[in-house]
């Protein structure tokens, strides 16, 4: 899919206001922290089988151009293309795959850099950062987070821009539940493609 066919789809989730940028930043932010305020507690439907590792789950977002897999028994949210919203148990585990308009005059790294800047210190402290390639061939970076205060969360965002649009990929659990959930959360960021 085209980024230009992309673009009135991508539009039509924005907030409206004045300044089109701050809006589009002010709504990315507001559904991060929504996110990992509320989980994916939602509309659930199953995807197709897929051709991933061990059974995996195929699922295609066309409005916004992009594929995964994710592990069989999730349940996935996609009423909102613009912010999917996947769900495993045992352990809880939750993946939120946002996507946003990439302004041609921001890099990948002031796009983190804003939505960092613009987190609630006192829910999210950053753990670690760094630059990497996602297996599609994209260059990513990712934040891992502590979340909240008391049962500590854990994140791992991946930020990337691809094809004209922006994506955060972002997988919460608690932090006591981390390892058993990672390798879930890789699977399923390792299979992240932009379509045309």
Sequence with gaps: MAASAVRPVLLALLPLAMDREASIWRGLLASLVAFAAIGCASVSTPGAAGAG???????????????????????????????VKL??????AQIGIHVFLADESRSLESVVDLVLANLPPKQFRLVSRRNFTLPAGYQAIEIVHHIGTGTLGKSRKVF?????????????????SWAAAEPSFNRVIDSFMVRD
């Design 160 to 176: 990337t821009i691809a094809k004209g649009r922006g994506f955060l990929i972002d997988a919460e659990t608690f932090l006591d």
């Design 53 to 83: 590792p061990a059974g995996d789950v195929a699922y295609a977002n066309e409005a916004a151009g992009w594929t995964i897999s994710y592990p069989r028994g999730w349940t996935i949210d996609a009423a909102d293309p613009g912010l």
């Design 87 to 92: 769900r495993g148990e045992n352990p809880t």
